[in-house]
Antibody, heavy 124, light 112 residues
Framework: QITLKESGPTLVKPTQTLTLTCTFSGFSLSTSGVGVHWIRQPPGKALEWLALIYWNDDKRYSPSLKSRLTITKDTSKNQVVLTMTNMDPVDTATYYC????????????????WGKGTTVTVSS | DIVMTQSPDSLAVSLGERATINCKSSQSVLYSSNNKNYLAWYQQKPGQPPKLLIYWASTRASGVPDRFSGSGSGTDFTLIISSLQAEDVAVYYCHQYYSTPAFGQGTKVEIK
């Protein structure tokens, strides 16, 4: 059974850097075809894709946020970390991580299992 | 970037009646080499994360009731709930994974 759980601060100040951790079980990020996404959802608004890291350490970012995002993985700890710099109140959202398995290679795929999300508020 | 537009933004349907949600992509998400539409649908109930309902535009995910069906190809897609149940009250999102992932703005389904 695949599970993912997001963790990180609930409150950050404007201009600070946010660091979120996705801890997962039931799969390995060293398995060919596996990837982990980050997606966010501002209160009452739609989902917004942020970033994806593949088993081979290939990475993809949202073009609009690319300059502020870094995604990394620690295969031994079964974790994926997302950092977002220069936080602003508009970044207030629930942040989700999600699993994908694309057997054909490092391509985008549907997200079959999601974590429950972690809520981040940006305020001074 | 591909933009996903859903319609309507919300709809109210009587229990047992049909609910239809549309999703339009700004570019085709049909990959010609495998003839697959890179389009998924998710259901999000209040306070919960999204749940995968449909992938490849029309394939139901494991455990999804057969009252949910997806159709369409290229740029126009539809999610149908054939007989609305109380537990289907949720926001539904389409998602294209043909290129940089993008979601629709969501469609809220309520009971009339």
């Amino acid at each position: 059974q695949i599970t993912l759980k997001e963790s990180g601060p609930t409150l950050v100040k404007p201009t600070q850097t946010l660091t979120l951790t996705c801890t997962f079980s039931g799969f390995s990020l060293s398995t060919s075809g596996v990837g982990v996404h980050w997606i966010r959802q501002p209160p009452g608004k739609a989902l917004e894709w942020l970033a994806l890291i593949y088993w081979n350490d290939d990475k993809r970012y949202s073009p609009s946020l690319k300059s502020r995002l870094t995604i990394t993985k620690d295969t031994s700890k079964n974790q994926v970390v997302l950092t977002m710099t220069n936080m602003d109140p508009v970044d207030t959202a629930t942040y989700y991580c999600a699993h994908q398995y694309q057997p054909a290679g490092p391509y985008y795929y549907y997200m079959d299992v999601w974590g429950k999300g972690t809520t981040v508020t940006v305020s001074s | 970037d591909i933009v996903m537009t859903q319609s309507p933004d919300s709809l109210a349907v009587s229990l047992g009646e049909r609910a239809t949600i549309n999703c339009k992509s700004s570019q085709s998400v049909l990959y010609s080499s495998n003839n697959k539409n890179y389009l998924a649908w998710y259901q999000q109930k209040p306070g919960q994360p999204p749940k995968l309902l449909i992938y490849w535009a029309s394939t139901r995910a494991s455990g999804v009731p057969d009252r949910f069906s997806g159709s369409g190809s290229g740029t126009d897609f539809t999610l149908i709930i054939s007989s609305l149940q109380a537990e289907d009250v949720a926001v539904y999102y389409c998602h294209q994974y043909y290129s940089t992932p993008a979601f629709g703005q969501g469609t809220k389904v309520e009971i009339k």
